[in-house]
């Protein structure tokens, strides 16, 4: 999501908040400096080291490492990864250390830029740096994590298919026993079936609280929601979910819930452009400039899986990017509750909350009516988006307007009680259909 401020207020809290961003930009700065002064000094000590003869870089290593934390009054561990960083700015990122030292991204910003970067193959990194670093200037922290891992996974899809065939071997189930009785249970698995996992946990857990498909609209604003739950239900959904998966696991079935929680399946979105089903391999995709499949909350996966699961059974929500026709985008005034596939669009659409920097993914949120229903909004596309339950609350009780900008594929436009404008893009386009102009027609 992009996410643009614009300043249309002279009060005294815009002021206040001009000085905030200004005192910020400065800290920013000297966090640049910070950097080039910390690398300084390791190069330093690692330079005297070595007019002494000793070789030993790792014991020379770690004493600067005692040094600086000692200096600083940090852990070893933070102090080494402040040098990590610092290092890495100054002499494999030096665009993203310019960038910081003028207050074009965050600290936040570069930090995350060094550590997912340095993850990357060699040949990788120096493809997508200087995107990486457009895209710090120009997307918030959050926006810019989600942005950045996208950008490497779609770069390194080439081999995806090799690299899981080399991971999945290493899936396994682990216990680990902590306090008070208690103990992780953790999976190590491939991300569809996890992500497809979880989901049904969710929808299960939602299920239990009491959701009423035919439910009208509550007068209360904080619960002006199409997903919203009576609070019948005493325990939480991160309860439900540990109750739910423990019962599917130990009695293989869910008779001790509610009628309308026991049929539920898995539910996963896979978008695939329609030429990439055509190629031959990931290779071959990626020759031709295709994007890979991608699956929501997971990023790329191999063009076999993808195959598989758009020719898979009941469950899956399959996204050709190729124009369709038959999409539910409007019930207009005649139904409150949007119908399954117009909710799934929403989310589809957005990926995340519609509220700047929010990053609650879209499945966690209430679709919420951008014009309220009982102020004559209708139950259609242009006028729904997914919002967290926090943001939902700040929508209608915290002073904001926000409307949906007219053609822009769903993009919310948030004015703060100080006047500043904030334009939240969503994570994907919904195609817009008009009348083809005669000079335009294909035939």
Known sequence: MVIAPEDVSGSPVSDAMDRVRETGDVVTMFAAEYFVTVDRARREALEDAARYGRELTEVVERGIRLEIAAGMRITEHAAGELIRRAEALVHRYPDALESLSRARMTVAHAE????????????????????????????????????????????????LAERHEAAVVRRRVVVEHVDDGMAWLSAYLPAVEAHAIYGRLTAIAKAIKNQDETATPRQDATSRDCDAAPPEEGRTIDQLRADVLSDLLIEGDTTVHPVDARGIRATVAVTVPALTLLAESDSARAAQGLAPAVVEGVGPVPLARARELCGGADGWMRILTYPETGMVLSVSRTRYRPPPMLRKLVRWRADRCMAPGCGIPASRCEIDHTVAWEHGGETSLDNLAPLCKGHHTVKHHGGWRVRQLPDSGGALEWTSPAGRRYVVQPERRVPVFRPADEHDAPF
């Open 112 to 159: 995350y830029l060094v550590d997912r970067l340095d993850e990357c193959e060699p040949e990788v990194r120096d493809a997508i740096a200087a995107e990486a670093v457009g895209l710090a200037e120009e997307l918030p922290v959050g926006s810019f994590r989600r942005a950045l891992r996208r950008l490497i996974e779609m770069h390194r899809s080439v081999t």
